[in-house]
């Protein structure tokens, strides 16, 4: 029986995930999850076809078996209740991590190339991150620049309407333009940040920012500068 893997162990274990078929066509997907209940059969399959994995419990809710049929390296995670945490697959150069929450509902997937010419210092370069709710519906996506930590960022409403757009670094948080939005879709506030000098510290505002009701009449103006 696989033993149980932790949260606090699963990044040092994902990054070690060797390279597969090097023909293999792969993409990241949202995948058809069931709720993890006592002999039932939990099933991860990709859209195109890419893989399937099946994941088995007993009458005791303990999994016992996992078929896959796949082109990719993957590796499935598990907390101390048997629940599906996480799950991981690579290929070529690229590798997928995806998060869910205990009721099978994809929580967050992250998309990195791997760096075999300076892996200890810069062991993956992200692609995109992405988070979503308890209920699947993104509440944030980053875009990376190629080589970097710094992102495009986007936050949504539950409905998916733009909530607010700008550039962040995983390590000094925001910085520059800012644009926050109404639900309706207008424009909230806007300003600019300047990063961080610490990950442990917050991006603070700076110069004139502007602030604007749901109509878009502007209503409010602060200098942070001052």
Request: with cysteine.
């Amino acid at each position: 029986m696989m033993k149980n893997l932790t949260l606090s162990t699963l990044f040092l274990a994902f990054l070690f995930l060797k390279q597969s078929n090097a023909n293999a066509q792969v993409s990241p997907r949202i995948f058809d999850t069931a709720i993890l209940k006592v002999d039932s059969v939990l099933v991860l399959k990709s859209t195109d076809s890419a893989f399937s994995i099946e994941v088995f419990y007993d009458s005791t809710g303990i999994f016992q078996i996992i078929n896959e049929t796949s082109d990719t390296n993957s590796a499935l995670y598990f907390d101390e209740a048997q629940y599906l945490v996480a799950f991981t697959r690579c290929a070529r150069d690229t590798c997928w991590e995806y998060e869910y929450y205990k009721n099978g509902i994809l929580k967050s997937v992250h998309a990195y190339n791997t760096n075999e010419d300076d892996y200890i210092k810069y062991p993956y370069r992200s692609v995109y991150r992405r988070k979503y709710d308890c209920d699947g519906r993104i509440k944030e996506e980053r875009e990376y620049e190629y080589g970097t930590q710094v992102s495009r960022v986007r936050g949504y409403f539950p409905n998916g309407q733009l909530k607010f757009e700008g550039q962040a670094s995983d390590w000094h948080g925001e910085f520059g333009l800012f644009h926050y939005y109404h639900p309706n879709g207008r424009l909230e506030s806007k300003g600019e940040y300047v990063r961080s000098e610490s990950p442990l510290e917050e991006s603070q505002k700076v110069g004139v920012w502007q602030y604007f009701d749901e109509d878009g009449v502007l209503i409010n103006e602060e200098n942070y500068s001052e």
